[in-house]
């Protein structure tokens, strides 16, 4: 399974950006999608995930109501759609899968794929 994120970039306190994650082949129609994020000196953390089913998301607390993750699956894509970024928000982003039953997964060890990362940076 193979991933590549892009879309990040540099971005004003307030701005916006969507975040792109292409897989192989068919890949997202059968597995669970996430995207985490690694500051400078920090662990990589959750941000959002979505279920290989396409019907359940879910969130970090920190990033709830400001970011939306949404499965492409025809087009072998993930978005994460960032509104209302903050300087808290800059890190390096990278998009996860992982195999298995459908469910909700927030641990890097839970993934077993990753995306190569892309760096979004707020400034204010």
Do not use: H
């Amino acid at each position: 399974v193979q991933l590549q994120a892009s879309g990040g970039g540099l971005v004003q306190t307030g701005g916006s950006l969507r975040l792109s994650c292409a897989t192989s082949e068919r890949t997202s129609s059968r597995y669970n999608m996430a995207w985490f994020r690694q500051a400078p000196g920090k662990e990589r953390e959750f941000v959002a995930a979505v279920t290989w089913s396409g019907t359940s998301s879910y969130y970090a607390r920190s990033v709830e109501g400001r970011f939306t993750i949404a499965a492409d699956f025809p087009r072998n894509r993930v978005f994460l759609q960032m509104n209302s970024l903050q300087s808290e928000d800059t890190a390096v982003y990278y998009c996860a899968a992982r195999g298995g039953p459908s469910g909700f997964y927030r641990t890097v060890d839970d993934y077993a794929y990753w995306g190569q990362g892309t760096q979004v940076t707020v400034s204010s």
